[in-house]
């Protein structure tokens, strides 16, 4: 799996956060106060302004500690209600459209098809929840406020907190319910839709000298796709990997009547617990360095050279005989750079290393043969023979008294390339339930769900429906883009270290009209600078509306999930902290706008 | 005006447009009983005019039509989006969401034919590359040949996928540096063939070649039929066939597109190709020769094919032999019309060069200074008595008249002649009809057959076996090029001159001397420059192994070396073997699918001021 940064460990991601989120809160609840006092002063005069928004203020303090649960129960069934009456259900029937016809739209011969029916159900069931959520918070409020049905529940004692409060919890809840029902579906879908079983014919049963027993079998060819399994004196084996998952092949019967049954498919739906090292290259003398790059456009991997020094070495902690007692299992992907074509039918030769962190002792190398674009994986037994006949425990002869231990990976072909990333390699900790991990994927869609709810709620406080259906959605489009609208910002401000061609929304235009290149400078003479200085002023506006959007694209845990790896405890907690966060403070916000709106009324 | 004003206006506006739009989008009726056929409004007639009715392009999905409509105008943003997607999955190595992005664009745009093309291309030839494994390298081929045959699915009779198909199947599979693997790799497997059988007629009897399997070369060679017959159904033109009709109406578009010489030597190259591979997996005798012999018949039949030239008027490749006889037969009468004439013509010109140039003529052929070289041309071209100049001497009326019919007729045939000969020239004619020729040869198939049982001996130690087959290779070798001279130039000897030092290297390691009287002497002198005689040397160090010094052994069995046409012209020699592939095709492709409109005049008498 592709992981550009490994996140970092919950508390230590807690406290960086806490300081540039109360930095954050402060600025945007003095920003708040500020434009409340001016938009009172500007109705009110200046006193009169000041007065109305101390009040607010101070009673928006001390009503929060007055919010009663019951009657933002109340006001939550009211906005549950509100919803079914709105047809939410709707919603739901067009998701098992969805799935009644995804069939038609996915690829059959996907190499992956794992990935590719998790990632279809998590992200239309993304998509659907967030329209359905966008539509029903924007539209609650106007509505009452316009029908003045507003009035029925505003003379009962009930506090604009426990309104704007209810409300998101009413909604909240009708979309969790949506949720829950669709992940149960979607589940379903994806187990039914890969389950399935080969049969074998016996006359495929044929000998093969790169197995040991002699004999390869080969199944019959369901969902596109077949196995081949050895067959030796064991009743039991497995067959090879194909489009993620593999096979367990039984032999019953003896001679003429001897049958194979395949079982169900392994490995298809599964939640591994990779732990990762820190890694960093040799280059060929054997020197701490810098990866080479092989001209490849993507970054990701660095790339070392074979038949030298060059090497890449993982540095795992936490490596113990208490948590590993009987060997390691480690997994790795790399990618393969050839500079001569050598041997076709083969793969790059390499080899593994273990290494003691602070003393010389290494293991002789275990060597392996490239497969590129795949997982591959060994399993390394606590107890090994050395060529001179002793035995050591790889614990106590690599490993230091902290657990940790490297892992030095070569590529022996001289002449080649081997490319690795940090998450390239890991040790295999364990596997968790699936299902609890596919249920992880619904909680990252869950809290995307609550804060598109908090903002809609937000802006229909002070908006009409329409425009705050605009603002809510420009919020949330901009939530998916916050990182690439913060980048081509920096790059219009500073166009000598641009990251992003083509200039800001006027340049772009002018480009577009004129089919001009991106790489070719725009030339109007004065004209460009007026441009350029536009574009900066509006950027400046984006960057800032960036800034304070949530991070859409960060509340991702359908990437682990497809991808067959557990989402760790770290990433969940985090998101679910910081959706959290955001959602507290869009709520303030939405209830000193309705407060301010009353003010005005 | 009020409001509810406003709006009824605006309804009334509205239907009023729908009065417009309804009249030209009605649909057409067939002719019923008791009624007669309606052609329908504007829209219909010119659906059913350019055939651009969903049906009548191909294949319907209801995938592809449910998103198009479901995306409400939207497609053209979600394709772009969609492109802009997989551009970034394929930049990540993320194939399958890549390939699963390729799919949805081609639901939403299914008749865009560039879309198959590119992204298939994008599969067969970039994705495929990105694989270490040469398996995995074959599957990415295959399913961007899978991609493009889905798009013969809903885009029927397109002749440019089609064609496309046949290249893939051809030179991806059979001209890849994995040729090897990859074509053993389809021979075997039987879930393709069943994919392909569905397309191809009489797949299992037309497509197979050694082992009674299915070849990719015959299977390309099938495709390129299918792609022809669209053609030559009348149901699409090169260019493609849902703009065939609007082409018709604008002639100047009719030479864009892919020039009907490549289109239609497809079929030939790709047996040529099946004969040529033959020999370098071992195959030989009557397999290979009959191979060589149904290659050599196709290629003669696309030499009698009837081809569109850029000036709009059909020529055949077999035809110029018989043009150039019949201009020099009508050059001849047209001198005898009033004998000496054309001499004194001539005289006339001679004389009227200036010094310099008379000088540079007269000198005889070894005296020209270097400085002369270019005058002589000059002076040669100047000298040249064209046609008209002898139909402005006669004074004769009637002679004249006559003078002048014939003076047309050798201008027709020369420009003729001069478009057959640069047609010819894309496609490597000359080689590749006599490469036919030879290869059928008996002595061709001992020359090869006996280099390779030689090569394999040498390479897995019967080393006086070895020397045996190379020995009667060499005798056959000598035959051939005592019955093609010209062969010995060509650039595909050097694949010889290479065997020549291997056997040099074995003889090294027999401890025996170099024949004095080695046959293929002239040969190794004209590649080598002299710089390499072992024969003249006694006790001399051998040639190093050159097969040992690669890693995958001698080479195999060279090319049979043949000159291309002795008529083209310098700078076309290129390396014959790659005249069938991308590298030539595609170098010949600008000139072939641009105007061939000059016509040189070196050689030909001038005519242009009777046209």
């Keep these: 799996m592709v992981v550009e940064e490994l996140p970092l460990p919950f508390i230590e991601w807690l406290v960086q956060s806490f300081r540039y989120g109360l930095a954050a809160v402060v600025v945007f609840l003095i920003g708040s106060l500020f434009f409340g006092y001016l938009l009172s002063t500007f109705r009110y005069g200046a006193s009169e302004g000041f007065y109305l928004t101390a009040r607010v203020m101070f009673r928006g303090v001390g009503e929060f500690f007055q919010i009663s649960p019951r009657r933002i129960i109340a006001m939550a069934t009211l906005a549950f209600k509100e919803a079914i009456r709105r047809r939410v259900l709707v919603s739901f029937a067009v998701f098992i459209a969805i799935l009644l016809f995804a069939g038609w739209f996915l690829d059959t011969e996907s190499t992956q098809p794992g990935q590719l029916y998790i990632s279809f159900v998590l992200t239309s069931s993304n998509f659907l929840v967030l329209a359905l959520v966008l539509l029903l918070s924007v539209f609650s409020l106007p509505t009452d406020i316009k029908q003045k049905t507003i009035y029925t529940v505003v003379t009962k004692p009930v506090r604009a907190w426990e309104v704007v409060l209810g409300r998101i919890a009413g909604f909240c809840a009708i979309g969790t319910l949506i949720l829950l029902a669709m992940g149960v579906f979607s589940y379903w879908f994806v187990v039914r839709g890969l389950a399935h079983n080969h049969v074998v014919n016996t006359d495929d049963i044929r000998s093969s000298e790169l197995i040991e027993g002699g004999l390869e079998g080969e199944t019959l060819k369901n969902k596109n796709h077949f196995h081949s399994f050895p067959v030796d004196a064991n009743d039991q084996s497995k067959t090879d990997m194909r489009m993620g998952h593999w096979h367990g092949v039984t032999r019953q019967g003896e001679g003429e009547n001897t049958s194979y049954r395949v079982g169900p498919a392994q490995d298809g739906l599964v939640a591994r617990v990779p732990q990762y090292g820190k890694l960093r290259f040799l280059d060929r003398t054997g020197a701490l360095a810098e990866p080479i790059s092989v001209g490849y456009e993507w970054t990701y991997r660095g790339y070392f050279e074979g038949g030298t020094l060059a090497a890449a070495i993982w540095r795992l902690e936490g490596i113990t005989p208490e948590k590993f007692s009987d060997g390691l299992e480690i997994f790795w992907s790399i990618s393969v750079f050839r500079t001569h074509k050598g041997d076709i039918e083969k793969g790059v030769s390499g080899s593994w290393t273990l290494a003691h962190p602070e003393n010389d002792n290494q293991s002789p190398p275990i060597p392996f043969e490239s497969k590129e674009f795949s997982l591959d994986s060994l399993y390394i037994e606590r107890e090994f023979e050395l060529a001179t006949g002793e035995t050591v425990d790889i614990f106590k002869e690599y490993a230091d008294d902290k657990g940790r231990m490297d892992f030095i990976l070569r590529c022996d072909d001289r002449g080649q390339y081997f490319g690795v990333a940090q998450a390239d390699f890991y040790q295999h900790v364990g596997d968790r339930n699936f299902a609890w991990n596919f249920a992880k994927g619904y909680l990252s869609i869950w809290i995307q769900m609550t804060l598109v709810i908090g903002m809609g709620v937000m802006f229909s406080t002070f908006l009409s429906a329409p425009v705050a259906l605009l603002a809510t959605l420009g919020s949330v489009v901009m939530g998916f883009f916050t990182s690439h609208v913060k980048e081509l910002a920096l790059s219009v401000f500073n166009p000598e270290n641009s990251t992003i061609d083509g200039g800001g929304p006027i340049e772009s235009l002018i480009r577009l009209v004129n089919q001009m290149n991106v790489s070719v400078d725009l030339d109007l003479g004065f004209a460009t600078t007026v441009i350029q200085a536009l574009d900066a002023v509006i950027m400046a506006f984006m960057w800032a509306f960036a800034v304070m959007v949530p991070d859409f694209s960060r509340f991702d845990m359908v990437r682990y999930v497809a991808e067959g790896f557990n989402v760790p405890a770290d990433v969940w907690c985090q998101q679910l902290v910081a959706g959290l966060a955001y959602s507290f403070v869009v709520t303030c916000l939405g209830y000193f706008l309705l407060r301010t709106r009353e003010i005005a009324a | ?99 699963a992005t390729l799919e949805q664009i081609t639901n939403l745009q299914p008749n865009f034919i560039s879309v198959w093309q590119f992204q298939g291309w994008n599969v067969s030839y970039n994705v495929s590359v990105e694989f270490d494994n040469y398996l995995h390298r074959y599957f990415w081929v295959k399913r961007g040949i899978r991609f493009l045959i889905e798009g013969t699915r809903y885009n029927r009779d397109e002749p440019r996928l089609l064609w496309d198909v046949a290249w893939f199947f051809g030179q991806k599979i059979g001209r890849a540096d994995e040729h090897k693997q990859f074509r053993e790799e389809f021979r075997k497997d039987d879930d393709f063939h069943d994919f392909v059988r569905d397309y191809v007629i009489d797949f299992d009897n037309r497509s197979t070649g050694p082992f009674n399997k299915p070849d990719n070369w015959r299977v390309s060679h099938q495709w390129y039929l299918i792609a022809q017959e669209t053609v030559d159904s009348g149901r699409a033109t090169m260019r493609g066939r849902s703009l065939q009709s609007m082409i018709e109406e604008k002639p100047h578009e009719r030479n864009k597109g892919k020039s009907p010489v490549l289109f239609h030597s497809g079929p030939g190259m790709a047996l040529i190709n099946y004969s040529a591979a033959l020999a370098d997996e071992g195959i030989f005798d009557e397999f290979s020769e009959s191979a060589w012999a149904e290659a050599g018949s196709v290629w003669r039949s696309f030499g009698n094919r009837e081809i569109r030239t850029s000036r709009d008027f059909y020529i055949r490749l077999n035809e110029q032999e018989e043009l150039e006889s019949e201009v020099r037969e009508l050059t001849k009468q047209l001198g005898e019309l009033q004998p000496g004439l054309v001499e004194e013509i001539r005289l006339e010109k001679r004389e009227s060069l200036s010094e310099e140039l008379k000088l540079a003529l007269e000198t005889p052929v070894d005296q020209v200074t270097e400085d002369q070289v270019q005058l002589r041309v000059e002076a040669e071209r100047l000298v040249v008595v064209s046609p008209a100049e002898v139909v402005e001497r006669i004074n004769d009326e009637v002679i004249r008249s006559k003078a002048r019919w014939l003076a047309e007729t050798i201008n027709d045939k020369v420009i003729r002649a001069t478009f057959v000969g640069q047609y010819r020239d894309i496609v490597n004619f000359d080689y590749w009809r006599t490469r036919c020729t030879v290869e059928q040869a008996e002595d061709a198939n001992q020359a090869k057959k006996h280099l390779y049982l030689a090569d394999n001996d040498h390479r897995e130690g019967r080393l006086l076996q070895a020397q045996r087959n190379y020995e009667i290779a060499w005798e056959a070798w000598a035959n051939i090029y005592e019955k093609y001279p010209q062969l010995q130039e060509d650039v595909g000897t050097e694949d010889v001159v290479n065997a020549v030092k291997r056997y040099d290297n074995l003889l090294g390691q027999l401890d025996q001397e170099f024949p004095a009287d080695f046959k293929l002497k002239r040969v190794v002198d004209f590649h080598e420059r002299g710089r390499y005689r072992p024969w003249e040397e006694t006790g001399h160090t051998h040639s190093p192994d050159h097969s040992s010094s690669g890693s995958e052994g001698p080479a195999l069995t060279p090319s049979l070396p043949i000159a291309p046409d002795q008529g083209a012209k310098e700078g076309d020699q290129q390396a014959p073997e790659d005249a069938g592939n991308e590298s030539s095709e595609d170098a010949a492709a600008p000139a072939a699918d641009g105007e061939v409109d000059s016509v040189p005049e070196e050689g030909i008498p001038d005519a242009s001021d009777n046209s």
């Design chain 2, 1 to 99: 005006m009020n409001s509810f004003q406003w709006k009824v206006l605006y309804i009334a506006l509205m239907a009023a447009l729908l009065l417009p739009i309804s009249y030209i989008s009605r649909p057409s009726t067939p002719p019923r009983k008791n009624a007669e056929s309606d052609p329908g409004g504007w829209l219909a007639q010119k659906r059913a005019q350019y055939d651009l009715a969903q049906a009548n392009l191909g294949e319907i999905d209801p995938a592809s039509e449910t998103m198009k409509l479901a995306l409400l105008g939207m497609r053209g943003v979600a394709a772009n989006i969609l492109w802009t997607k997989a551009n970034h999955y394929k930049k990540t190595e993320d194939w399958p969401k890549m390939m």
